[in-house]
């Protein structure tokens, strides 16, 4: 088939790539004329593990191209799919206008029957006003289907090559059949593709995500309670999970979620509640708990530190909002780095992937060092704020040596505690004992 993907950031990317994987004659448009030039050269704009092999692959193959021009987008394409930002709004809604001026644009330029596809996480009723914002300017038959994406930074290649399940919202059995025929060498293991309306896939996702969020924030607040108590929240999490209706993937506790999707998913689905004349409590409660989660070491810095961290020199592992991945959206470092900034601290941080990401935030605020060692040469204390692998069996004795103290405050429980302990390191964990 011939697509066309509108938006070449993670989702765009990941989509039209993996598509062109199954054979599909793929173009890419994008207004930014750097990147796609860029991405013509056979260059991966974004680090997602896996990506660059197929996209050079279908490069090569002449089935993956990229353009500026929306119009040659619209004439390439049968199925056209919507890959576009939306940020959230200074009220927490979700911005739309990225997606209803590509859909005004389309009404401008569609001159045969389309499919128009919403990839992008998007409020309910989103697929009606791209429908009408279309129809606006053209009489030409097209249809407008949801088909939220449920893909994973770090594993998006292999969510979307093997997904658990495609969700498709479609009132049109014509663009229902060319969906299906479009997903069908993906679902071949026996995954479900499910048929629903549109407004049902539309908040499929944003249910979805919001409910994985509230399972994190639930496990962070039991997380804090088993300090106040004195019970260690592994042995909680474990003892929970076994029980299959709960399940044991994100009970991990740790400095709260973060990331370009599920902070801005809770809040969108909040305010869609509000507007919707349902006050969402649940929703509410997850925000405020995430916000003080994310600064949840501060004051447990501060107290060993005397309140007095004026001068002190913090390095800090891990700046990415979760490991393989170099996006610092909403990651829970920067909140860490601003409130010890704000202090008058000294940090050196270290990542990675996402050194540069942090350095054209922070500029000179920080020390960037190219070495998980280096960065705690002569530290006060090591901060750890996200869990790449690098960091889980380390040199203790190297990492020891170097710095001024032992201490270690670790946002993400990397160590058994007895370990850490008896390496010589004060280490303080989430919901364990110190
Ligand atoms: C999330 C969803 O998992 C995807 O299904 C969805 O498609 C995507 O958002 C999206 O809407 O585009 P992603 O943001 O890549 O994917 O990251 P996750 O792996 O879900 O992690 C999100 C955050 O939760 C991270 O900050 C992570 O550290 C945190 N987390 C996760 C925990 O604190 N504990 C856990 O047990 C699991």
């Given at each position: 088939?011939?697509?066309?993907?509108?938006?070449?950031?993670?989702?765009?990317?990941?989509?039209?790539?993996?598509?062109?994987?199954?054979?599909?004659?793929?173009?890419?448009?994008?207004?930014?004329?750097?990147?796609?030039?860029?991405?013509?050269?056979?260059?991966?704009?974004?680090?997602?593990?896996?990506?660059?092999?197929?996209?050079?692959?279908?490069?090569?193959?002449?089935?993956?191209?990229?353009?500026?021009?929306?119009?040659?987008?619209?004439?390439?394409?049968?199925?056209?799919?919507?890959?576009?930002?939306?940020?959230?709004?200074?009220?927490?809604?979700?911005?739309?206008?990225?997606?209803?001026?590509?859909?005004?644009?389309?009404?401008?330029?569609?001159?045969?029957?389309?499919?128009?596809?919403?990839?992008?996480?998007?409020?309910?009723?989103?697929?009606?006003?791209?429908?009408?914002t279309i129809a606006k300017e053209t009489t030409i038959d097209f249809d407008v289907?949801?088909?939220?994406?449920?893909?994973?930074?770090?594993?998006?290649?292999?969510?979307?090559?093997?997904?658990?399940?495609?969700?498709?919202?479609?009132?049109?059995?014509?663009?229902?059949?060319?969906?299906?025929?479009?997903?069908?060498?993906?679902?071949?293991?026996?995954?479900?593709?499910?048929?629903?309306?549109?407004?049902?896939?539309?908040?499929?996702?944003?249910?979805?995500?919001?409910?994985?969020?509230?399972?994190?924030?639930?496990?962070?607040?039991?997380?804090?309670?088993?300090?106040?108590?004195?019970?260690?929240?592994?042995?909680?999490?474990?003892?929970?999970?076994?029980?299959?209706?709960?399940?044991?993937?994100?009970?991990?506790?740790?400095?709260?979620?973060?990331?370009?999707?599920?902070?801005?998913?809770?809040?969108?689905?909040?305010?869609?509640?509000?507007?919707?004349?349902?006050?969402?409590?649940?929703?509410?409660?997850?925000?405020?708990?995430?916000?003080?989660?994310?600064?949840?070491?501060?004051?447990?810095?501060?107290?060993?530190?005397?309140?007095?961290?004026?001068?002190?020199?913090?390095?800090?592992?891990?700046?990415?909002?979760?490991?393989?991945?170099?996006?610092?959206?909403?990651?829970?470092?920067?909140?860490?780095?601003?409130?010890?900034?704000?202090?008058?601290?000294?940090?050196?941080?270290?990542?990675?992937?996402?050194?540069?990401?942090?350095?054209?935030?922070?500029?000179?605020?920080?020390?960037?060092?190219?070495?998980?060692?280096?960065?705690?040469?002569?530290?006060?204390?090591?901060?750890?704020?996200?869990?790449?692998?690098?960091?889980?069996?380390?040199?203790?004795?190297?990492?020891?040596?170097?710095?001024?103290?032992?201490?270690?405050?670790?946002?993400?429980?990397?160590?058994?505690?007895?370990?850490?302990?008896?390496?010589?390191?004060?280490?303080?964990?989430?919901?364990?004992?110190?």
């Open positions: 088939m011939n697509i066309s993907v509108i938006g070449t950031g993670y989702v765009g990317l990941v989509t039209g790539t993996c598509l062109a994987e199954t054979g599909n004659n793929v173009l890419c448009i994008d207004i930014d004329k750097t990147k796609v030039e860029k991405m013509q050269q056979g260059v991966v704009p974004i680090y997602e593990p896996h990506l660059d092999v197929l996209f050079e692959r279908n490069i090569k193959a002449n089935r993956l191209k990229f353009s500026t021009s929306l119009e040659e987008g619209l004439s390439h394409g049968d199925i056209i799919f919507l890959a576009l930002p939306t940020p959230e709004d200074e009220d927490g809604s979700a911005d739309l206008s990225y997606v209803l001026g590509a859909a005004k644009d389309i009404g401008k330029l569609i001159k045969n029957y389309k499919v128009i596809v919403d990839k992008s996480t998007v409020p309910v009723g989103t697929a009606d006003l791209v429908k009408e289907v949801s088909n939220p994406e449920f893909l994973r930074e770090g594993f998006a290649v292999d969510d979307f090559l093997k997904p658990e399940r495609i969700v498709i919202g479609s009132s049109s059995d014509k663009a229902t059949k060319l969906m299906e025929k479009l997903y069908k060498p993906f679902v071949r293991s026996g995954n479900p593709i499910l048929i629903m309306d549109e407004k049902s896939a539309e908040l499929t996702k944003y249910a979805a995500n919001s409910f994985l969020a509230t399972k994190i924030t639930f496990m962070n607040e039991i997380a804090n309670f088993c300090e106040k108590v004195g019970a260690d929240v592994d042995k909680v999490r474990v003892g929970m999970g076994t029980d299959s209706r709960i399940g044991k993937r994100f009970l991990f506790p740790g400095i709260g979620y973060g990331g370009s999707c599920f902070p801005k998913d809770v809040k969108a689905l909040h305010k869609s509640g509000k507007d919707n004349h349902y006050n969402f409590d649940i929703l509410n409660a997850v925000i405020k708990v995430n916000d003080t989660q994310k600064k949840i070491l501060i004051p447990r810095i501060e107290s060993y530190f005397n309140n007095d961290l004026k001068g002190k020199t913090f390095a800090v592992w891990g700046l990415a909002f979760k490991p393989e991945t170099d996006d610092i959206r909403e990651a829970p470092a920067l909140y860490v780095i601003e409130e010890l900034l704000a202090r008058g601290a000294k940090i050196n941080v270290y990542d990675p992937e996402a050194m540069s990401n942090v350095e054209r935030k922070f500029a000179d605020k920080l020390n960037y060092i190219q070495n998980m060692y280096d960065v705690a040469k002569d530290v006060d204390a090591l901060i750890i704020c996200t869990e790449w692998s690098i960091f889980r069996t380390p040199d203790f004795k190297k990492l020891k040596n170097n710095m001024k103290h032992p201490v270690i405050f670790d946002g993400r429980n990397l160590y058994d505690v007895n370990d850490a302990k008896n390496e010589g390191f004060y280490y303080a964990s989430i919901g364990r004992k110190t």
